[in-house]
């Protein structure tokens, strides 16, 4: 299982595969979907005008407290942006467009990376190992492996499937290190939001045209079944990356749950954000707390799942999924073995009778 939430091969109660907001789907989202069924008889808006400038307008708000930790401010506009059918079409796009013939990725890492690389039928992915001891956080050291003949890394924020945001100062010589190589930077900020540290990619957009962010609201409203990504760069970058893009790349659906998905996020004044990040929080602790107790290996992580493992001679995963319960298995990413296992970090009930069956197990 290369992904989350592959359930329809199996009898699934409790999916702890896929990482989604445990507050749910907010009902103007789900209205504004329902609402979009009068115009399937409409293309969609090629030029995602709408779609853009709702996105800019909760970007700008949002990112004043990223940007202040990088001592700069600006507004996102219409033109830093693209939508896209999910962030896996974004990946493959820049991919495409950047045609790099090497590569360097930091693992464990997420499986879509691995899969956008292999479309550019002539690059060579050389892969850094980060160090399970430190808790596979990645750190200054990185720095050493991009060289000059790296034309592209991608790196999450935070990592899949360790949990972990990227410290400042290391995105910084991150940042630094891959201008003074030309080398292109993709960051992954689908979970940043979800997230309770870190310091977002986009608090540095304005000064580096090397860099791609991409960002999904998939995770953050719960809606993986509409595929609604977008990506943050600099005006010229957009503007060359819509032509690696279909021209009708979001349907009409997804465009009225995006814009309806940022309204929210520009309207409330971080409720939202605030109590989803609250829940989280706690039923993160929670969880890593009972786990250890269990005598399993819990890393430390800032978001929505948890990487953990257990002993060998455990098939947790067959175990649990007998039970009708579905993890990750963590040796289908890159970088780890056999063992290791990846949750995600849902509402009390749920997490509370995960709990109980894993203590069966044991």
Known sequence: MLHGGEIYDKEIELDFSVSLNPCGCPDEVKRALSGAICDVDKYPDMNQR??????????SGLISRSVSNAGSAYEILPENIIGGNGASELLAAIVNMCSPAKALLPVPSFYGYVHALSMATKCETVTYQLCEEKGFELD?????????????????????????????????????????????IIVDECFFRLSDHGTSARAYLVSYDNLYVVDAYTKLFS??????????SQPENIEKL??????????????????????????????????????????????????????????DSDTNFILMRMSEGHDLYHMLLNNHILIRDGSTFEGLTGGF???AVKDYESNKRLLQFMELCQ
Do not use: H
Request: net charge neutral; glycine share 6%.
């Open 242 to 299: 819509r032509q690696f893009l279909p021209e009708w790349n979001m349907s009409v659906f997804a465009q009225a749950a995006g814009i309806a998905c940022a309204k929210t996020l520009s309207d409330d004044k971080k409720s939202f954000l605030d109590s989803t990040v609250e829940l989280i929080r706690a039923e993160r602790e929670y969880l890593s707390s009972e786990l250890e107790k269990l005598g399993i290996k819990v890393f």
């Open 223 to 232: 809606i993986p079944g509409v595929r609604v990504g977008f990506c943050l």
């Open 140 to 184: 200054e050291a990185f720095v050493d492996a991009i060289t000059d003949d790296i034309d592209l890394i991608i790196i999450g924020n935070p990592n899949n499937p360790i949990g972990k945001c990227i410290r400042k100062e290391v995105l910084e010589v991150v940042l630094k290190k891959c201008r003074e190589t030309g080398t292109a």
């Open 341 to 343: 296992y990846r949750i």
């Open 50 to 59: 709408k779609f853009r400038e709702a996105v800019a307008r909760a970007e």
